[in-house]
């Protein structure tokens, strides 16, 4: 995955000796990815946006409207609005325009409609069986898209898919299994959905920070990390509006940071790293529960919020090795915001003022003071949404050649 | 600082609506920045590498010339060249255009003239007295400028300027000073060296990053971690092209990532912070020896090459810690490179078979297999050349608006 996370910006790069064809192409992309990401917007905002003259924005708009990737009507008449001539607002169109997003996760198997402008138009989920390869995810995941199939309209346009898979799982017997992820998934997915344009894929703690960077707690944040739990701890890192995505994709494995060179076994063969301690394993330790139940990290964290002194000790344990390593990663990348998401999210929610005392006591003053924590926003859908912004990216960037009907 | 370290493209971004002023801009500048980064260029080349054709290549390198930034000369004649007219060679005016380069280090201040190309035309530098704060470093740098300036021709071109600030000092006693930057430094510059254009400032451990992703061991390298010791230990970490600068330039502090909680105080007020483990007084505690003279450190490495077996032990010690930081940051960054640079060049020198064992004992197989390791090859000039980059920024977006003569 080597897409910038930058998508609010209208500007594409141009090389130095662009044609007249690649900057309308260019100009077009603008406008799309504009309405897609900040929804319905008048030609006239488009303008000052974008920089583009009042003719050109115009000229633009009835070619996406033509292309059917948006629509336009007049302005709903307000007392405020000045007089004269009612400016036309483009809208993305959502219902018509869309991707196909999947996540495999480490218990669940889901799989969406998106359209333009990042509404989920249609979600549908199953289990994922304890000790399921990645693999075998692809013929369950495309029925559940070929099921969906049955209620998109004859002319909607599917512009292409993207799958996003966590970077771990569970084995036959309920344990953690490390770097679930394969390189076959995107060739197997294509080959199971042959009407479908590529499917791409990625690491499911990159895509979900790209959705909260475009749509979520994280919009207009241009230095964030977003830790991602699950089985494990992932987190997908954004500098200078740009994902890193290391040199092959493999960036963001903070779960492997070693914190504690005394602490316990760690499944990727090391030991003491930070995934041991704030990992749903460490919580259920802590709170004397057994391992292996999907939902049972969850109820700890309930439990706890409800006053049970042994959950509320487990949660604070994890809060606090939560602190440790953001303060490490805060000295390391110094963001100006970090999100905890999936099942930290809940721990995060449930300790925030033990992971920001432990920052505090440990991370250098000047990265330390300006960080802000957040919960993320977007939930369980993250992911899918940033699968969906994967999909897009052909089509927002030469939209009048991107996608298939059906 | 907030430039990107992606020098070697030519494509620049271009607003949607690029004016054709913009466009000669933008071409003006790809052409200045090939040879710039590449060196003498024949205009056949050019018109190859940036995708533009033979007349505005041409045109462009006349302009470029008329402005006195590079010169035109037929290329020599050679057996495997072609029959046909010889292309002209553009290269850049090295010697009539320059930058000023400043390093504040530990124990040493620095200031160089840095012609176009990168060529070091001049370096002067005077001992930095332990306690002296980077402020009080101003005047004298300016009276090394100055003191150089008297050699410079009449008609040269001065771009700019930039200094490299290390993290780290030493304070009255010689004892390890933590963030010693100062905010104020570009101002202090600016007005003691009211002839020059603008001063930047940014961190020594970023401009040496840059210097050796632009003309060092990590030239054509998008992904890298450049670790710069000196009393304490910084990164700079290039990601997709692009310095990691962090919400307010202070990312890369990976020497106050906690590796070891049981560790020793640091100066940070953090405990087991890396650089208590791989830092300087750590070197020196294990050998043994005195801690605070400049040099001492070096000292042991040559001692540990000669035989010494008490160095010898101690260079390895620092080698293991240095592997296990180098182990969490391919984890977190998935970089293709890492690059020792400072002091710590001379520790993987003389322990890179102890830093390659730790690294593949902890890290992750999917980031470990593909880094490299490899020591920084600029050496003690890196800050310095990154620093005159810095410096060249403005000229290369615009370059025939931008300098002053002198």
Redesign the interface.
């Known amino acids: 995955m080597?897409r910038s996370g930058r998508a609010a910006e209208?500007?594409?790069?141009?090389?130095?000796?662009?044609s007249q064809e690649e900057?309308r192409r260019?100009?077009l992309g603008?406008v799309l990815r504009y309405v897609h990401v900040h929804g319905p917007t008048s030609r006239a905002e488009l303008t000052g946006r974008?920089?583009?003259?009042r003719s050109?924005i115009g000229a633009l708009a009835l070619d996406l409207t033509t292309a059917g990737l948006v629509t336009e009507e007049a302005e709903a008449p307000t007392a405020a609005r000045r007089a004269g001539r009612p400016s036309l607002v483009v809208s993305p169109r959502s219902a018509g325009v869309y991707a196909h997003a999947l996540s495999i996760e480490a218990d669940l198997l889901r799989a969406a409609r998106i359209g333009l402008g990042g509404r989920i138009l249609d979600l549908r989920e199953i289990r994922r069986p304890p000790g399921m390869p990645v693999l075998d995810a692809v013929v369950p995941l495309a029925a559940l898209l070929r099921d969906m199939h049955r209620s998109v309209p004859g002319d909607a346009l599917l512009v292409g898919g993207a799958a996003a898979v966590a970077d771990t799982s569970r084995d036959g017997a309920g344990r953690i299994r490390?770097?679930a992820a394969d390189e076959k998934l995107a060739d197997a997915l294509r080959a199971e959905l042959p009407a479908g344009p590529g499917f791409v894929t990625g690491d499911l703690a990159d895509i979900a920070a790209l959705a909260e960077h475009l749509r979520g707690v994280a919009a207009g944040v241009?230095?964030l990390v977003y830790l991602h739990g699950d089985l494990g701890v992932s987190?997908g890192?954004i500098?200078?509006g740009?994902l890193?995505?290391?040199?092959?994709?493999?960036?963001?494995?903070?779960g492997?940071?070693?914190?504690?060179?005394?602490g316990l076994p760690c499944g990727?063969?090391?030991?003491g790293c930070w995934e041991t301690e704030i990992g749903e394993a460490a919580l259920l330790r802590h709170a004397g529960r057994a391992a292996g139940e999907p939902g049972a990290a969850s109820e700890v964290v309930r439990a706890a919020v409800g006053g049970d002194p042994t959950a509320g000790s487990a949660v604070r344990e994890v809060a606090d090795w939560l602190g440790?390593g953001v303060?490490?990663?805060v000295?390391?990348?110094?963001?100006?915001l970090v999100v905890f998401g999936g099942s930290l999210r809940e721990v995060y929610a449930a300790g925030a003022g033990v992971v920001r005392r432990r920052l505090d006591?440990?991370?250098?003053?000047?990265?330390r003071e300006?960080?802000q924590l957040r919960a993320a926003t977007l939930g369980r859908d993250a992911a899918l949404i940033g699968a969906a912004e994967l999909a897009f990216d052909q089509l927002l960037a030469d939209p009048l050649n991107a996608g298939v009907a059906g």
Chains 1, 2 share one sequence.
Request: charge should be positive; hydrophobic fraction near 40%.
């Open positions: 080597s209208p500007a594409l790069p141009a090389a130095p000796g662009a900057i260019q100009n603008a974008l920089g583009l003259n050109t490390i770097g241009n230095d987190a890192i500098t200078g740009r890193v995505t290391g040199h092959r994709g493999h960036s963001g494995k903070v492997h940071m070693v914190v504690n060179p005394d990727c063969g090391s030991r440790f303060a490490n990663l000295n390391v990348v110094n963001p100006d006591g440990i991370a250098l003053p000047a990265s300006h960080v």
